[in-house]
């Protein structure tokens, strides 16, 4: 995971813990789970606009 152990990760935990409060971090989570699952999905499913680009440039 990115180089860091588990005491690494344990440090970044409680740092988020104190900064954002126990009652933000699953707003925060839950975010960043949308986040990533619409990036995954526009990589694997390319949008139309990119499809347009292609043909201008090649246009």
Known sequence: MFG?????VSIIVIVA???F???K???LGSALGKTLR???EEMS???E???EQDIDRQG
Do not use: S
């Open 4 to 8: 860091l152990g588990w005491p690494e």
């Open 17 to 19: 813990l104190i900064i």
């Open 21 to 23: 409060g126990p009652k």
């Open 25 to 27: 971090i699953p707003e």
């Open 38 to 40: 619409g990036f995954k």
């Open 45 to 47: 499913n390319p949008t």
């Open 49 to 51: 606009d990119a499809d």
